[in-house]
Each structure stands twice: as structure tokens, then as C-alpha cells.
């Protein structure tokens, strides 16, 4: 009996174990994955921080012009001085366009904003537990976030059903989005369309990510799940990205399903329960 | 008029760059795709082409590139908000751009850059044109010449003048 006591405890610090070391790797690819991302999200803000600035300093030559005027009514005389110099500076064209200026300049704020509030929300690291959540809204976020990766290479096409709110851990609902996002992006060789559907399915709710690209054929099928099997080229995947997705679902007590058909496309389906069975800490 | 295109799929970025060249006095014309952007060319000569990298139908260094071919003369530049070498080195080897402009810009580095460009297009244009004043000179040279070996043929000695050793000059059959 005492002998049986020790292997017990062992295995017990050995899965303890196995658990650290799966959630460090989970945590590493998320990491990898935002790296993969920096260049495109330094792409998105790059754009409005450039004519923002670039307004900014149109924005103070229209005013050193405007002042010039202002400046004049005390020095001057004669209305007609004052008439000049605001022909000079190209009044009526100075007050149009300083609207377009600052609503534009406003607009390219909001986007840096969104952008960085998505990458906030998206790399959350504290939030282990479970809680219900809206799925839509953790879609749109991670959309924010893969912009750039999609907006060259594909068409998304939202099909969104109403869903309740599900009880998951979003951030790592996100990840997996944002994996089946950009393996579809970088299944498709020109131009094409990914469906993005959500609907519910009895207790479920299903997530579904459809793809026109080159579909993956019958001998990688099998294979897609796991640890490092990628047939991207070097540097653009680690091949963790769908094993760890895999992980994430059955963690979450849900399935990950895939129909592909080579040349035509491929489709991710997600189910996942909309209240997880009693005693979820067992994670 | 200098002409000059802007190409970005962004059209905010297109409205600050009009801004900012506007006090320069130059014929700015702006295009939000590539496929509009081509139809500019057939209307106008530009002295300027300052496309984006990356956009939707096509990147910038495949349009400059068809750009090229179009108006050989028209300086390229890219004004990109990816400042990775494989981009950077396909826009100077495929696309011979003038610059590599990053985003986000300096305003006074774009209007400079432009402004330079300007220069050389000028200088290309001026060049050409004194290349081909030459060429005409030097066909009427040519034309005048033969016409000269021609009456010298025909009749020996009548392209040139004699004259006595007092400087007068001489009238007759100087065979004879």
C-alpha cells in the first residue's frame, strides 16, 4: 500500500508538470504569433500616424496664415489692407478644407486607437478563467487585429447568428480565430473570400471559417493537428498554431472540425458548449 | 505645369499629401487604385509618380513598373508604410525608384524629394531637347555639305574663291 503512495504523488507532479510546460508553450505561441503580426499591425498604424503628423503640420501653416490676418486688424487701417491679405492667404480654400483636415486627422486616430485596444485585448495574459463572453465582439477583435494579414489576399464576409453569450476563456477563443484566420489568408494564392459564420447548434455554438484558397490535401489532412507539422515555407509558421487550437477546444470541451476539398477550399468548424459542465477549473 | 501622381489606396493619406504640396504650385492629380492610376497615364505626363507599396489589386513597384514602360521619363518614387529590405530592394531593382520614402514622413523630406526629382526630370527633358537641337543642326550641316561636293563635282572649282596675292579676287578659267 505505502508504495503505491509515492508513484501517485509522482505522477501527480509530473502532470503538474506536463500542465506548466503545455500552458508556457500555449503562452510562446501566442507570443510568436503577435511577433508574426508586428510587421502588418506597424503597417496599419503607420498609415494614419503619417497624415496625421503630415496634417498636423498643414494644420499649423493654415494657422500661422490665419493669425497673419487676426494679427492685422489691429495694425491696420483700411479694410481693403485687411481684404488683401486674406486673398493672399487663400481664405475660402483654409476654411474648407481645415473640417476635411480635422475630421480626417480624428478618423486616423480612432483606427491607432482600435488597433491598440485590440492587441490589448487580444494578448490578455492574466485571464486563465472562464467566463461568458461575446464571441461576435472577440471576432471583430481579432479581425482588428489580422487586418492587414487579410486585407490583401481576401474579401470577409460576415455571416454572424445571434449567439448567447458563451462561457470560455475569449482570449484563447481569439487565438484560435486568429490562427484559422491567418492559415486561411495564406491559403489563398491571389484573391479570394473568407466566410466567417457563427450560429448556434442546440446547447452549442459554432464558429465556422471558410476559405477559397488551395484546400489541403488528403495525405495533410490527418495531419494538420499536430505539434510542428506545417507545409508553410520556414519563417512564416512555427506549426503549433493548429495543434494549440486543437488544445484551446478540447480544453473549452468542444471539437474543431475541418471539410476540405484540394483547389476549392477549406472550411474550420468550432463547436463549443455555451456553458461549460460543472467543475470547469478542471482546465 | 509640372504634373504629379499620387498613388495610395488610402484616401486621407492622399488628402495630407495634397495639402502639403499644394503651396509648391504644382498639378497635383490623385488616384486610390492602381486601375484608375493606369488611366491617368494614357491623359497625362507626369514629372512625378510617388505611389504606395502595398495596395489591394497590385503593389506599387508592379504599377511603377508598367509605369516605366509607359513614361520612361517620369521620376518614381514609393512611399511605403513597409520598410522591409525584400520590398525595398525590388522598388530599386525592378521598379528604379528615385527614392524609398517611408511612412510615417517627413514633410520637408517629400517636398524636397519631390523637388528633386523635379530637377532631374527637367534636366532629362532639357537634355533630350538639346540632343535633338543638335541632331537637326548637324543634318542641315550634312545636307549643306553634300551640296557643296555636288556643285564641286559638277563643276570643279566653283566652291572656292581665288584671289591674286593683292586679295582680289579672280574671275575666269583658271584651267586655262
Redesign the interface.
Known amino acids: 500500500m505505502s508504495n503505491a503512495a509515492i508513484p501517485q504523488s509522482e505522477k501527480e507532479l509530473m502532470n503538474a508538470r506536463l500542465d506548466q510546460a503545455r500552458r508556457q508553450l500555449m503562452q510562446s505561441e501566442k507570443l510568436a504569433a503577435i511577433g508574426q503580426l508586428a ?1 502588418g499591425v ?2 496599419e498604424i ?10 498636423l ?2 494644420l499649423e ?1 493654415y494657422l500661422t496664415d490665419l493669425f497673419r490676418l487676426t494679427d492685422a486688424i489691429d495694425s491696420t487701417e483700411s479694410l481693403d489692407s485687411l481684404r488683401a491679405i486674406k486673398q493672399s492667404i487663400d481664405y475660402e480654400f483654409v476654411r474648407d ?1 481645415l473640417n ?2 480635422l475630421a ?1 486627422s480624428r ?2 486616430i480612432e483606427r491607432v486607437k482600435t488597433i491598440i485596444s485590440a492587441m490589448k485585448d487580444f494578448s490578455h495574459i492574466e485571464e486563465e478563467e472562464f467566463k461568458p463572453a461575446d464571441i461576435q465582439r472577440g471576432i471583430e477583435t481579432t479581425l482588428n487585429v489580422v487586418n492587414n494579414e487579410l ?2 489576399k481576401a474579401q470577409v464576409i460576415r455571416e454572424f447568428g445571434e449567439l448567447p453569450p458563451v462561457e470560455c476563456i475569449i482570449s484563447q477563443v481569439n487565438q484560435v480565430v486568429m490562427n484559422l484566420l491567418v492559415n486561411a489568408a495564406h491559403a489563398i494564392d491571389e ?1 479570394g473570400q473568407i466566410h466567417i459564420r457563427t450560429r448556434t447548434d442546440g446547447d452549442n455554438v459554432v464558429i465556422e471559417i471558410e476559405d477559397t484558397g488551395q484546400g489541403i490535401s488528403e495525405e495533410n489532412l490527418n495531419r494538420i493537428f499536430e505539434p510542428f507539422f506545417t507545409t508553410k515555407p520556414i519563417g512564416k509558421g512555427t506549426g503549433l498554431g493548429l495543434s494549440l487550437s486543437f488544445n484551446i477546444v478540447e480544453k473549452h470541451n468542444g471539437r474543431i472540425d475541418v471539410d476540405s476539398k484540394p483547389g476549392k477550399g477549406t472550411c474550420f468548424r468550432i463547436t463549443l458548449p455555451a456553458k461549460q459542465p460543472q467543475t470547469p477549473e478542471a482546465a | 505645369m509640372i504634373k504629379i501622381q499620387l498613388v495610395d489606396d488610402e484616401p486621407n493619406i492622399l488628402s495630407a499629401l495634397r495639402r502639403l504640396l499644394k503651396p509648391q504650385g504644382w498639378e497635383v492629380h490623385t488616384y486610390n487604385t492602381v486601375e484608375s492610376a493606369l488611366g491617368g497615364l494614357l491623359e497625362h505626363d507626369y514629372a512625378v509618380i510617388v505611389s504606395d507599396y502595398q495596395m489591394p489589386s497590385a503593389d506599387g513597384v508592379t504599377y511603377l513598373q508598367f509605369a516605366k514602360q509607359r513614361q520612361p521619363d517620369a521620376m518614381r518614387l514609393v512611399l511605403s508604410a513597409h520598410g522591409d529590405r525584400s520590398s525595398m530592394i525590388k522598388a530599386i531593382n525592378q521598379a528604379e525608384v528615385y527614392r524609398f520614402l517611408s511612412k510615417p514622413w517627413d514633410d520637408y523630406e517629400v517636398v524636397a524629394s519631390i523637388q528633386s526629382a523635379i530637377d532631374l526630370y527637367r534636366l532629362k527633358l532639357e537634355n533630350r531637347q538639346l540632343r535633338e537641337e543638335v541632331d537637326t543642326q548637324k543634318a542641315m550641316l550634312r545636307a549643306r555639305e553634300q551640296e557643296l561636293l555636288r556643285l564641286e563635282t559638277e563643276n570643279p572649282g566653283i566652291t572656292r574663291v581665288h584671289r591674286d596675292t593683292d586679295g582680289s579676287v579672280l574671275i575666269g578659267d583658271h584651267d586655262g
Open positions: 510587421a506597424a503597417h503607420n498609415n494614419p500616424v503619417g497624415y496625421v503628423y503630415s496634417n503640420q498643414s501653416s478644407d476635411d483636415l480626417e478618423e486616423g486585407k490583401y484573391f
